[in-house]
């Protein structure tokens, strides 16, 4: 009969404590709210080191969480009461039973602001009493009501009162309400995918009229002055444009009112843009290489690493959230050998379409590659031009730009300037030079391994000094160089009319 080790620990499963209801602090729309949940493990012996994770429910609906933990924290996005409960599970073993419901009932400013009877005008006969009309309201806890005589408060209540005389001729104004705020027709939360059409539209109720303004975060969409509704519509919908968009509301009479929508757009994996593309990693024999390759889609994607032939290395990797649409994957490979080195596959599915499968490269460190895209950006000066070229791979080591002028008098290169690795479209500006001449230019990539094994070439031309004469020039002013198609990422509303870019260049 086989022995148990002496250092074996049995362990005793028991279903967590039921946990108590759970509670939060003080819920309002369209504002952050956190529920917690507590239970307790009665796994014996009391130190097995397994951990609690909960479950939710929203009425008697699984809720799909970012982490499995308690406390649970969201965005409040209805005005509706909805039950919430939780449930404790523990790691390797069995799951409580669920907690006692909580109604949250959030609470939330005035909407749906409307005036009964709805006529807007009447008139009255002096020292009579005013008409009864009733201002009525959505909001929680309950509305008070104050009626405005030309910007001066003049009377309280659901109900306006008063005697009619000639100082009461005017409008009687109310500050701005967000009647509906949708985005396609919907409140609340909307998922698309990628390319649909989006349009945006809010609703405004106020006397007089409000300045209306649409918001991504803090970027202004469109803005209405003097109305009760803005329009704004993406022709495609764009990954990056998944957030919180807002409609603000204000008529200088009370505080500015706003309400928000969330937008989701589902898409395909594809290289973060934000991130460093590298795909190709370098290292010794016997050495470690941390690969990470970004990515940007949703819903977030699940990594697999592969490779089609015998490696010792643990392909398990592992992936971090960088945000709501973007996911690092990772790879750890340590004490390379011969035949680690080679291509690994990284496939990547989040279900939105097809699988897409990049290529990883750990080569044996060696010089840098040759800079690609080296030309002249036609920006001329009478003694400087502005060059540019994109930096190849560096080789496994830091790697620097030797750039190089030609001396057509004595046919000798001079070094012009040393430039340090950016990991992007370099851009530089070199000065100095004599009007209307032409200039060769030559390239090298350097690393503390060995250089490069070739220079690669440009030939410009400095305007003629007669060119000046149509140039004008200021006093203790930085020139700035001309933005290249490389070098520019595209606004994700770039064709909806708004000023926005990004550009992907440091300016030398």
Not at 80 to 109: F, K
Not at 242 to 271: D, F, H, M, W
Not at 353 to 379: A, C, H, K, M
Request: proline share 6%.
């Amino acid at each position: 009969m086989p022995c148990a080790d002496d250092d074996t620990v049995y362990l005793h499963h028991g279903k967590p404590t039921t946990p108590v209801r759970p509670v939060s602090t003080t819920p309002v729309y369209n504002q952050q709210v956190t529920l917690t949940c507590s239970s307790t493990s009665t796994t014996v012996p009391a130190d097995h080191g397994l951990t609690l994770t909960y479950i939710w429910q929203r009425d008697r609906t699984h809720i799909t969480v970012t982490s499995p933990g308690s406390p649970y924290t969201f965005r409040v996005s209805s005005r509706d009461s909805h039950s919430y409960r939780c449930r404790a599970r523990e790691s390797q073993g069995l799951e409580s039973e669920w907690s006692q419901g909580y109604n949250m009932e959030p609470q939330y400013g005035p909407y749906q602001i409307s005036l009964t009877p709805s006529i807007s005008s009447y008139t009255v006969t002096e020292h009579q009493a005013l008409p009864s009309i009733t201002c009525s309201a959505i909001c929680r806890p309950g509305c008070t009501y104050r009626w405005f005589h030309n910007g001066t408060a003049f009377s309280s209540g659901a109900v306006l009162q008063g005697q009619a005389d000639r100082s009461k001729t005017g409008s009687y104004r109310y500050p701005a309400t967000v009647i509906m705020f949708t985005v396609n027709s919907l409140s609340g939360t909307l998922a698309v995918n990628e390319s649909d059409p989006v349009t945006l539209r809010c609703q405004v109720d106020s006397n007089p009229r409000s300045v209306i303004r649409l918001l991504n975060g803090t970027e202004e969409l469109t803005r209405a002055d003097n109305s009760m509704t803005a329009e704004y519509r993406l022709a495609s919908a764009d990954c990056r444009q998944r957030g919180n968009y807002s409609c603000t509301a204000t008529n200088n009479i009370g505080a500015p009112v706003s309400q928000r929508v969330e937008l989701l757009v589902k898409c395909s994996p594809r290289l973060d843009e934000t991130a460093v593309k590298q795909l190709k990693y370098a290292s010794r024999l016997g050495g470690n290489v941390n690969v990470s390759v970004s990515v940007l889609a949703y819903p977030l994607p699940t990594f697999t690493w592969s490779r089609t032939t015998s490696t010792s290395q643990d392909l398990t990797g592992s992936s971090i959230p960088v945000s709501a649409i973007s996911v690092t994957a990772r790879l750890h490979l340590t004490n390379l050998q011969q035949q680690d080195f080679g291509d690994y596959s990284l496939t990547v599915n989040n279900g939105e379409s097809s699988s897409v499968t990049y290529t990883v490269s750990i080569v044996s460190e060696g010089p840098p590659d040759v800079p690609t895209q080296f030309r002249d950006l036609d920006n001329a000066t009478t003694s400087s031009v502005w060059l540019s070229w994109l930096p190849g791979f560096n080789g496994g080591h830091p790697q620097t730009f030797l750039l190089e002028h030609l001396k057509f008098a004595t046919r000798t290169w001079t070094v012009y300037k040393t430039y340090a690795d950016t990991g992007k479209m370099m851009v530089v500006e070199v000065t100095g030079l004599t009007p209307g001449d032409i200039h060769i230019f030559r390239l090298h990539a350097r690393n503390d391994y060995v250089d490069s094994n070739r220079y690669v070439f440009v030939e410009t031309r400095t305007a003629g000094a007669d060119a000046a004469a149509g140039t004008s020039t200021y006093e203790g002013m930085t020139e700035t160089p001309p933005v290249t198609y490389e070098s520019i990422r595209a606004s994700p509303y770039q064709n909806t009319g708004a000023n926005s870019q990004g550009s992907d260049h440091d300016n030398k």
